[in-house]
């Protein structure tokens, strides 16, 4: 897993490589926790994630639900088709706004 960041005034975009699994559950979660307290606005940038599994889907949880607590938000972009239909499943779609384009997700953020 790779991730590399963006971090603008408002906002912060992660550009995630890889899988998002077990073996690297620790790292995600450092990295969004070392982000966390510049109190922006998170956008996950799925485009090369192939994999997702059940713990790092946690993790989003997670971290969508302290984002909500400070009035941020976590937002989803570019996701490949079998991830979403798991988010779909398991109802994270229906918590977390899910966008097909880094520009819609910074469009919802500008309103």
Do not use: P, W
Request: glycine residues 2%; proline residues 0%; contains cysteine.
């Amino acid at each position: 897993m790779k991730i590399a960041s963006e971090i603008h005034d408002d906002y912060i975009i992660f550009h995630i490589e890889g899988s998002l699994s077990i073996e690297h559950l620790s790292d995600f979660e450092d990295i969004l926790q070392s982000h966390l307290k510049y109190e922006r606005h998170l956008v996950l940038d799925l485009t090369e994630v192939r994999f997702i599994d059940s713990s790092s889907l946690g993790i989003i949880v997670l971290f969508f639900t302290k984002l909500r607590d400070i009035q941020k938000h976590l937002l989803l972009t570019n996701i490949k088709n079998d991830i979403f239909q798991m988010f779909n499943l398991t109802g994270i779609s229906k918590q977390i706004h899910c966008f097909k384009t880094i520009d819609e997700a910074l469009s919802f953020l500008n309103k």
